[in-house]
């Protein structure tokens, strides 16, 4: 069964560190997405990917930066965390054709940061 | 700038109930329009629409798009209490191989 596997269900951290999130799959899509979801915002994109070490903002990247170095892999980066990026992290790939059935998304990762 | 808009919100009913839930769209280049259901975990794929009119049906969900008025409906009869989840309209724009999300509606199914 394919998989998008984000690496932690919870993270609690501090105001100020530096937080890595990370999404691993494993059907060799070409893209790949970090979204987060608030309670009556949706599903907002950060930031996504077509290809390895290639990345393009979404909607709101302030604060945020990510890594692809293998196409497999995708991190997200909070450099200084604050309050305000709590929230649920959702990865999702997909593939580049035409014709794809949308995304496969990951569980999420439920960040809070104190 | 593309828009997606789900209505309602929240929406509480009992089992047993249909239920009609809305997907309204603003964007440049229209490809295809999806559904998704999200309980505790990842959301999970339900349906992809691209041609107005046909209706796709699986079980006792099914959906509709209507291109010239900028909306989808997802149906859901004989409602159980597993249905009770997040479900989640977006859109994908052409050429731009991401999607816009809509808010979700949060649908409870009490027994």
């Known amino acids: 069964d394919v998989k998008v596997t984000q690496s932690s269900r919870y993270l609690v951290k501090r105001t100020g560190e530096k937080v890595f999130l990370e999404c691993v799959q494993d059907?060799?899509?070409?893209?790949m997405f970090w979204y987060r979801q608030d309670p009556g915002l949706g599903l907002r994109l950060i930031y996504f990917s077509y290809d390895v070490k290639m990345k393009e903002k979404g909607d709101i990247p302030e604060g945020y930066s990510v890594s692809r170095e293998k196409k497999e892999r995708f991190s997200l980066i909070l450099e200084s965390a604050s309050t305000n990026q709590t929230s649920m992290y959702l990865c999702?790939?997909?593939?580049?054709?035409?014709?794809?059935?949308?995304?496969?998304f990951g569980s999420g990762t439920r960040l809070t940061v104190v | 700038e593309d828009k997606v808009v789900q209505s309602p919100l929240s929406l509480v009913v009992h089992e047993g109930d249909t239920v009609t839930l809305n997907c309204s769209y603003e964007?440049?280049?229209?490809?295809?329009l999806l559904w998704y259901k999200q309980e505790k975990k990842a959301p999970t794929f339900l349906f992809m629409l691209t041609s107005s009119g046909i209706e796709k049906k699986s079980g006792r969900l099914s959906s509709i798009l209507d291109k010239k008025e900028l909306f989808s409906i997802l149906n859901i009869t004989a409602t159980q209490t597993g249905d009770s989840a997040i479900y989640l309209c977006a859109v994908e724009v052409q050429g731009a191989q991401k999607l816009v999300f809509g808010q979700g509606t949060r649908l409870t199914i009490n027994p």
């Open positions: 964007v440049t280049n229209f490809r295809s």
């Open positions: 999702a790939s997909s593939l580049a054709t035409q014709g794809h059935d949308g995304y496969t």
């Open positions: 059907m060799d899509h070409e893209n």
